[in-house]
């Protein structure tokens, strides 16, 4: 049987339900999934940085972006005058088409045909370069990690276990892009820290182990 692979990832499962009903309309195999950190340092559960990943067989690719694009201009004909994106200004509109993996199919295309109506067309390479784009500044690394790397060295040295998660985190962490390809989420002297943070913290610990069964000897 055939692997599934990245298809796209929404921020939660209610933006990817159109797609999912639509594949299974259509009886599309797919799978889903949550894509998050195995490890979160501050322990805040941060939501935004959890996506809800959609996967597909790859020969079923280009069959199932036609029946989004036939499912979206039969549903643009027949669409509520109120729809929110009619309140959108064409820079609203825009940041849509820039951002495809924050919004639904429906709402990409359909924010597409108001700029178009508007007077503003958006040509499929112009669509193109906005989502290369888009890759390019989530590719971009998270801002230098200060405030967990000093507190990563500060428990190493304490020989916490907690200080080798912190480092792994740092040196190991990926994002993965809209593209589907996933990069590494820290800057190189970040990861370079967290390494060093996970060795020292390993150290510290075995040297505390030791110490403790030498004590009791």
């Known amino acids: 049987m055939a692997d599934f692979v990245f298809y796209q990832q929404f921020p939660n499962p209610e933006v990817a339900a159109p797609l999912l009903e639509l594949l299974r309309q259509h009886e599309v195999p797919f799978e889903t999934s949550l894509d998050k950190p195995s490890f979160d340092p501050s322990f805040a559960h941060n939501e935004t940085s959890t996506h809800y990943v959609v996967k597909l067989q790859a020969a079923d690719f280009e069959k199932v972006r036609a029946l989004e694009e036939a499912q979206n201009q039969e549903l643009i004909r027949q669409v509520d005058p109120s729809h929110y994106l009619f309140t959108f200004t064409d820079t609203e509109l825009a940041d ?83 593209d589907g390809r996933k990069v590494h989420a820290f800057t190189a002297p970040d990861r370079l820290h967290g390494l060093r943070i996970m060795v020292l913290g390993a150290v510290m610990l075995v040297l505390l182990v030791c110490l403790r069964i030498y004590s009791k000897s």
């Open 96 to 178: 849509v088409l820039l951002k495809p993996d924050e919004w639904n199919s429906f709402d990409v295309t359909l924010a597409r045909q108001i700029l178009q109506d508007r007077g503003t067309v958006i040509s499929p390479e112009a669509a193109r370069l906005l989502r290369q784009q888009r890759n390019a500044d989530l590719a971009q690394p998270e801002p230098s990690q200060k405030a967990w790397i000093l507190w990563g060295y500060a428990t190493a040295l304490l020989g916490g276990l907690f200080a080798f998660f912190i480092g792994w985190h740092l040196y190991t962490h990926r994002k993965t892009l809209p």
